[in-house]
């Protein structure tokens, strides 16, 4: 089988390393790590839509190829949806997760007898080749947030996350096989892989 190789524009080793598995072949992940000389664009979007597709124009306008970019990030109800774009920058510094979580954890704990804490993750997915969307993907998945943290798998706020579809377990609980079943990524990427697959690629 040929394979087809798709340049992740991240460089977040988790995430990286979840896409590479979700993604069926014939696709080859590849990521931002292979290409130190392409700076990071400014992720200033409103919404995770926008911030995916600013980072999959920007490398894609680098690099021959089709370029996949992922923004995503946990979105709280009685929060009014924050940290939502936010996410990755809840506390003030990029990719914090221990300092983004008890972030969250105090500001809910200031909002006594109001549990529970309704919370969805949220993912977009951008497709992008000469610097052009081709097309987006969202998955979302919908849960409740714990003040007591568990688990050590995953990687963001997956220890304070419980899923609806596994109501007794946070993310953080779930082997990665149970978290691809129903992550929030997994769904914007099987939707992207549907789209390729038609497509023709």
Do not use: W
Not at 88 to 96: K, M, N, S, Y
Not at 108 to 135: D, K, M
């Amino acid at each position: 089988m040929t394979t087809i190789p798709v340049l992740i524009a991240t460089r977040n080793a988790h995430k990286a390393k979840e896409i590479a598995r979700i993604l069926p072949a014939p696709y080859e992940v590849h990521t931002m790590a292979e290409h130190p000389e392409i700076p990071d664009p400014v992720e200033d979007g409103t919404t995770f839509a926008a911030n995916a597709a600013i980072k999959a124009e920007a490398v894609s306008a680098r690099v021959p190829g089709l370029v996949v970019a992922d923004d995503s990030g946990i979105c709280v109800d009685l929060l009014n949806g924050a940290p939502g774009v936010m996410s990755a920058r809840f506390c003030g510094e990029h990719g914090q997760d221990e300092e983004n979580n008890r972030k969250l954890l105090r500001e809910l704990a200031a909002l006594p007898g109001q549990a529970p804490y309704r919370a969805h993750y949220a993912c977009a997915i951008s497709l992008a080749e000469g610097g052009r969307q081709i097309a987006s993907f969202l998955g979302t998945v919908e849960g409740q947030i714990t003040l007591n943290p568990a688990g050590t798998g995953g990687f963001g706020y997956d220890p304070l996350f419980i899923p609806d579809d596994f109501s007794n377990r946070t993310m953080a609980q779930l082997t990665p096989q149970e978290k691809d079943s129903i992550s929030h990524r997994a769904r914007a990427l099987q939707k992207l892989a549907r789209f390729l697959a038609e497509r023709g690629n």
